[in-house]
């Protein structure tokens, strides 16, 4: 069964604070992704990877970066974390092929700065 | 970004009866994909189409989807209360990535 598994379901930190999101897949995915969910404003792709040390920006990636050191495993860092970055986190990834394939998500990770 | 926008935002219906919702976007496509998330999970991918497809059937889904108009849309017959959940699509262009809009809040009423 695939499986992509988040580091933590919940999390609180101070404002701040250095804060790591750690996202692992089992399947040999070559994409991964993360996302932030917030009432009122769907899904919003923080980063996108497309293979080891690769990354590319998506449509809000202010705030955060990103590290993939090996296939299997995607970080969000935050820097320094804000109030406003209180949020709900899901990672995602999916083959690379042309024309591009289903996404697996993990379970969400709900970060909570206070 | 090459979201997809559903609509309507929320939708409410008798368990039994048919849901259907809306997917519009701006780009041209290889794939559209639909995927459901319960509440304060993870999404979980329901059905792909592709763009040389125009209707695609799995289970009691329906997805249709109409290039020209740069719409699909998202049938799902005989309702559950089981499927209550958002809806999100996803349309894709010849790159990987995936961007998601702010989905369909569907509600079915027991």
């Known amino acids: 069964d695939v499986k992509v598994t988040q580091s933590s379901r919940y999390l609180v930190k101070r404002t701040g604070e250095k804060v790591f999101l750690e996202c692992v897949q089992d399947m040999d995915h070559e994409n991964m992704f993360w996302y932030r969910q917030d009432p009122g404003l769907g899904l919003r792709l923080i980063y996108f990877?497309?293979?080891?040390?690769?990354?590319e920006k998506g449509d809000i990636p202010e705030g955060y970066s990103v590290s993939r050191e090996k296939k299997e495993r995607f970080s969000l860092i935050l820097e320094s974390a804000s109030t406003n970055q209180t949020s709900m986190y899901l990672c995602?990834?999916?083959?690379?092929?042309?024309?591009?394939?289903?996404?697996?998500f993990g379970q969400g990770t709900r970060l909570t700065v206070v | 970004s090459q979201q997809g926008e559903e609509d309507p935002q929320a939708l409410s219906i008798q368990e039994g009866e048919n849901a259907t919702m809306n997917c519009s976007y701006k780009?041209?496509?290889?794939?559209l994909q639909w995927y459901r998330q319960n509440s304060g999970r993870g999404l979980v991918h329901l059905i792909l189409?592709?763009?040389?497809?125009r209707e695609k059937h799995s289970g009691r889904l329906r997805v249709t989807l109409d290039t020209s108009k740069k719409s699909s849309s998202l049938l799902i017959t005989a309702s559950r209360a089981a499927d209550t959940a958002s809806y999100f699509c996803?349309?894709?262009?010849?790159?990987?990535?995936?961007?998601f809009g702010t989905g369909t809040r569907l509600t079915v009423i027991p």
């Open positions: 990877s497309y293979d080891v040390k690769m990354k």
């Open positions: 780009t041209s496509i290889n794939n």
């Open positions: 189409i592709r763009s040389n497809e």
């Open positions: 996803a349309p894709l262009t010849g790159a990987n990535n995936l961007f």
């Open positions: 995602a990834s999916s083959l690379r092929a042309t024309g591009g394939q289903e996404a697996f």
